[in-house]
């Protein structure tokens, strides 16, 4: 018992670090204005707020609550495709394109005053679930002069792998993990934070995070079992078929509707693209 006691403080101790040390200096963002007129049909009213990044670190559309959003950005600009859905605009033509390299994201909650003191914990959450795919660590920093209303609450870049960004249930999945990591307890394992959620023991961040958990976790198994590489195709494109419907993209390929028919072995939108899960 000393022995696991002493192996879990090493690595508390080696995430304590490597968050420090991604702290030195601030991420200095080319902020997009904000369209006041803006009013996005979304699930949620407030909360986590996400915005991608360019290569050259510019802030690629209006920040959203609604993750969806993000795959229909990334399909967009992979297939050079303008779209309008629920009251969301991005056109490739004229905004930033969303850096492809790797996972690049915006996220905020101008809502939670304690925000700041919450990102060491997600980092960790998110970075836990990242040893157990064998997939580069995230990283996270704050950013430079963010727009006003995020002044109190703060801005953070993560970046990760771009594996990440070869699938929209992995994109919709590094999302809702980074929710879920606002309620991570430092120290737990990722399948304890997990537990907590689905015993009520932990609190969720987010209203229905304990539910989607329960949801999403028989497709965390089955990723992690199989590795992301072995369920997904290699060409990014194939993953986000450009004969699709934007209404298909938005609404059926994220990470619970992935869950979902995995579990249904339904020869369902999701399946029919990622048939190794079957």
């Known amino acids: 018992m000393e ?16 968050f420090r040390i991604t702290k030195t200096y601030k991420r200095n963002i080319d902020w997009m204005r904000k369209d006041p007129s803006a009013h996005f049909l979304q699930i949620y009213t407030k909360g986590l707020e996400f915005a991608l990044v360019s290569d050259k670190n510019e802030q690629v559309h209006q920040f959203v609550l609604c993750k969806d959003f993000l795959h229909d950005v990334i399909f967009s600009c992979l297939h050079n495709i303008c779209f309008d ?46 040893d157990l795919l064998r997939m580069p660590r995230s990283t996270v920093r704050e950013c430079k002069n963010p727009p006003s209303e995020y002044e109190r609450c703060g801005v953070y870049l993560f970046e990760g ?32 934070t997990v537990d907590g959620l689905k015993n009520k023991s932990i609190k969720p961040y987010q209203r229905k995070d304990a539910k989607w958990i329960r949801v999403v976790e028989p497709a965390l198994n089955k990723i992690v079992r199989l590795g992301d590489k072995n369920i997904f195709y290699k060409n990014i494109r194939l993953n986000y078929p450009r004969n699709m419907h934007m209404e298909t993209i938005h609404n059926h390929l994220g990470i619970l509707n992935f869950a979902h028919d995995m579990a249904c072995h339904e020869s369902s939108i999701t399946m029919r693209y990622w048939h190794r899960l079957k």
Not at 102 to 122: E, G, H, P, Q, Y
């Open 3 to 18: 022995f696991v006691n002493n192996m879990q403080a090493t690595e508390q101790a080696a995430f304590s670090e490597s």
């Open 85 to 130: 859905i629920y009251k969301f605009v991005y056109d490739p033509d004229t905004m930033p394109s969303v850096c492809l390299r790797k996972m690049k994201l915006l996220v905020t909650n101008s809502s939670d005053k304690k925000f700041r003191n919450k990102i060491k914990n997600a980092l960790e959450f998110l970075n836990k679930f990242e």
């Open 161 to 192: 792998n771009r594996r990440w960004l070869q699938a929209p249930p992995m994109v919709s999945l590094y999302t809702l993990l980074l929710r879920i990591g606002f309620s991570h307890v430092s120290g737990y394992s990722f399948w304890q």
